[in-house]
Each structure stands twice: as structure tokens, then as C-alpha cells.
């Protein structure tokens, strides 16, 4: 998986300065990006994809905790405002 992710970082990297497409192939940047999305998507359905993406023990909690302080802010400066 971090092969395809790795190239499609690149592509997307190379479209955001301005480079349309792939010096190697001539093929648009953002094809390229494609491709390896619908590439993994398969992957994943088949059950044969490689999973060997780093994951960060604990993260995804974090995330939720984050998301939850910033919904109670949001609700907070909701009341302010209309107070």
C-alpha cells in the first residue's frame, strides 16, 4: 500500500507546483493519482492488498477527542453569539 500512497503523494506534489503531468510518461498527474486510488480501492475489496501503512497506536482516539472539544466550542460560540 505505502508504494502506491508514496507515488500518489508525488503526483500530487508535482500537480501543486504547477506541473500538469509525469515527465517519465506524459500521462496527466492527476491520472496517475487516480489510477492508484482505484488500484487500492480493488486491492481492498479483493482482500489482497497490503495493508503496511504505519499506524500510530492511540491516534484515531485522539482524533475523536479532538473532534469532540472542537463540536463543544463550536456549540459554545454558538451560544455566545446569540446571547
Do not use: Q
Not at 498527474?29 to 482482500?47: K, N, Q, R, S, Y
Amino acid at each position: 500500500m505505502n508504494t502506491y500512497l508514496s507515488a500518489m503523494k508525488r503526483h500530487i506534489d508535482e500537480f501543486a507546483i504547477g506541473v500538469d503531468r509525469a515527465w517519465d510518461s506524459g500521462v496527466p498527474h492527476l491520472a496517475h493519482v487516480a489510477a492508484g486510488c482505484i488500484i487500492l480501492l480493488d486491492a481492498m475489496h479483493a482482500g489482497i492488498v497490503i495493508d503496511d501503512r504505519y499506524a500510530v497506536p492511540g491516534f484515531e482516539d485522539v482524533l475523536r477527542e479532538v473532534a469532540a472539544l472542537k463540536a463543544g466550542w463550536v456549540a459554545d460560540k454558538a451560544v455566545r453569539d446569540a446571547a
